[in-house]
């Protein structure tokens, strides 16, 4: 859905306040991620961005400007950029992860794929940048 000249979202309103709807559960779940240790809230902020965009531009440039939520986000759009703290938080996420269905009885297909998507979570993670490019911040 593109914007019109009055900068509005195109797009039914049925539309619009499906992503709006759906853009205020991923900020939700974004913000409790924040809270909680092992779940993720980066992502959750960035796709919540993603459906603001579409279904209200206040609210995505309210996300992208809040100081708590929104450098992020911006770090992401601009540079794909995980901060450091992120990505530590990340890591010992994917580790309790592996350590408790190690432990919780689970078959060993079941222990060498969460090893093998873990695995593929932490090399992605641990390869986009820390820090935005030299001279953008």
């Known amino acids: 859905m593109g914007r019109n000249e009055g900068g509005a979202t195109s797009g039914s309103r049925a539309a619009r306040v499906l992503w709006l709807v759906l853009g205020f559960a991923l900020l ?7 809270i909680l240790p092992v779940m993720p809230g980066t992502v959750f902020l ?3 961005a993603g459906c603001f965009a579409r279904g209200s531009p ?3 440039a309210w996300l992208l400007a809040h100081p708590r939520l929104g450098p ?3 770090a992401w759009r601009r540079d794909r950029a995980i901060p450091l703290r992120a990505k530590v938080l990340a890591f010992a996420g994917m580790g309790l992860s592996v ?5 919780s009885g689970a078959p060993p297909i079941a222990i060498g794929s969460t090893l093998a998507l873990v695995a593929a979570g932490a ?3 641990g390869t986009r940048p820390s820090r935005p490019r030299a001279g953008e911040r």
Do not use: N, W
């Open 58 to 60: 206040r609210l995505e």
């Open 123 to 125: 090399l992605y993670v």
């Open 99 to 103: 350590v408790l269905v190690s432990v």
């Open 72 to 74: 992020t986000v911006v």
């Open 46 to 48: 960035i796709l919540a």
């Open 28 to 34: 939700g779940l974004g913000v409790a991620g924040l």
